[in-house]
Each structure stands twice: as structure tokens, then as C-alpha cells.
């Protein structure tokens, strides 16, 4: 059992194979050499055919998975995910439609007393707020600009018909 602790290599089965009948009739007693004997070579038989199974399960292990990766700490790897998003970000610049004063005055000049509009230049589209009723966000970078201004109005004045009981007027009909 010594010689098992100096094998540098688990997957040599080597040293199994000194252990012949000679270090038997010098340690075991006569009356259980047989028995001994006879365990050493079950036991050579099962540890050669589990160092054969070992090296089978290492050499598909080589084959499949050839390359091991790095490890990677959490801050490397929440650095590479944030320059990945800044890359994603740079590549996918956004140009919004412009809209013109005239459109703007028409829409602010058009909704109805209550009514808020915000018109955001930077994102392309119409915030509307009316008392009572959730806001809404109408795009005109979606849309074109001609059906979000239709869309913005008809959604204004069906919140103010809906509290006041005033259509919108006949003029601002689409």
C-alpha cells in the first residue's frame, strides 16, 4: 500500500502490477496466501478496469472541450457587458423627423382648453396630459407627422367629449 501513495500519475496503474505472489508469501500467513492472492487479483482486475475508464472519459474530455476559457472576474465581466451596450448605442444612432413650427402651432393651437400637450423635439413625439385620464404619448418618428398630429387631436378631444360632453369642431375633422 505504500507504493499507491508515491504514484504521481491516478491514471498509472503500474503499481498494481509489482505486487506479485513473492510480496505475498513474505507478509501474509501461509494459510491465507490463497485468499490474498486471490483478492489482489480481483482487486488488480477492478483498479486496471477503472484507470482504463478514467483515461476513456480524459481523452473525450481533450477531444470535446479542446479549449478551456478564462475565468473571468465579475467587474471584467460587468466592464465588458457596459462596452458592449456603449458600442450597441453608438451603432444604432437614432435620427427623428422634424417638425415644423406651423405643425406645432396647429397642435397647440387645435387641443382643447384642458388639455396639455408637450411637444418633444428630442424624441419625436407628442405628450399629452389631461386631467382625469392616463397620459399618452403619440410618436411622430413612428408615425408620420401628418397622422400623429390627426391621432394627437382626436385623442384630445375625445378625453374633453368624454368630460364635458363638446366634440371636436367641424374644421378639425380629418
Same mark, same amino acid.
Given at each position: 500500500?505504500? $507504493? /499507491?501513495?508515491?504514484?504521481?500519475?491516478?491514471?498509472?496503474?503500474?503499481?498494481?502490477?509489482?505486487?506479485?505472489?513473492?510480496?505475498?508469501?513474505?507478509?501474509?500467513?501461509? #494459510?491465507?496466501?490463497?485468499? @490474498?492472492?486471490?483478492?489482489? $487479483?480481483? /482487486?488488480?482486475?477492478? *483498479?486496471? $478496469?477503472?484507470?482504463?475508464?478514467?483515461?476513456?472519459?480524459?481523452?473525450?474530455?481533450?477531444?470535446?472541450?479542446?479549449?478551456?476559457?478564462?475565468?473571468?472576474?465579475?467587474?471584467?465581466? $460587468?466592464?465588458? @457587458?457596459?462596452?458592449?451596450?456603449?458600442?450597441?448605442?453608438?451603432?444604432?444612432?437614432?435620427?427623428?423627423?422634424?417638425?415644423?413650427?406651423?405643425?406645432?402651432?396647429?397642435?397647440?393651437?387645435?387641443?382643447?382648453? *384642458?388639455? /396639455?400637450?408637450?411637444?418633444?423635439? =428630442?424624441? #419625436?413625439? =407628442?405628450?399629452?396630459?389631461?386631467? #382625469?385620464?392616463?397620459? /399618452?404619448?403619440? !410618436?411622430? !418618428?413612428?408615425?408620420?407627422?401628418? *397622422?400623429?398630429?390627426?391621432?394627437?387631436?382626436?385623442?384630445?378631444?375625445?378625453?374633453? =367629449?368624454? *368630460?364635458? #360632453?363638446?366634440?371636436?369642431?367641424?374644421?378639425?375633422?380629418?
Amino acid at each position: 500500500m505504500m $507504493k /499507491r501513495a508515491l504514484v504521481a500519475n491516478p491514471l498509472d496503474a503500474s503499481y498494481v502490477d509489482d505486487l506479485s505472489d513473492e510480496h505475498v508469501s513474505d507478509v501474509v500467513l501461509l #494459510g491465507d496466501q490463497s485468499h @490474498a492472492t486471490q483478492f489482489l $487479483k480481483t /482487486r488488480t482486475e477492478a *483498479v486496471a $478496469k477503472r484507470v482504463k475508464h478514467a483515461q476513456q472519459v480524459a481523452r473525450l474530455v481533450e477531444t470535446h472541450y479542446p479549449t478551456i476559457l478564462p475565468a473571468v472576474t465579475k467587474a471584467e465581466a $460587468k466592464a465588458a @457587458a457596459k462596452k458592449a451596450d456603449a458600442d450597441l448605442a453608438r451603432e444604432k444612432s437614432r435620427v427623428y423627423a422634424r417638425l415644423l413650427s406651423e405643425d406645432k402651432s396647429l397642435v397647440e393651437d387645435a387641443m382643447p382648453c *384642458v388639455c /396639455r400637450v408637450l411637444v418633444d423635439e =428630442f424624441n #419625436g413625439r =407628442f405628450r399629452m396630459y389631461y386631467p #382625469g385620464f392616463k397620459d /399618452r404619448s403619440i !410618436s411622430w !418618428s413612428k408615425r408620420s407627422v401628418k *397622422v400623429a398630429i390627426q391621432e394627437a387631436l382626436t385623442q384630445a378631444w375625445d378625453w374633453h =367629449f368624454a *368630460v364635458t #360632453g363638446v366634440r371636436m369642431p367641424a374644421h378639425l375633422t380629418f
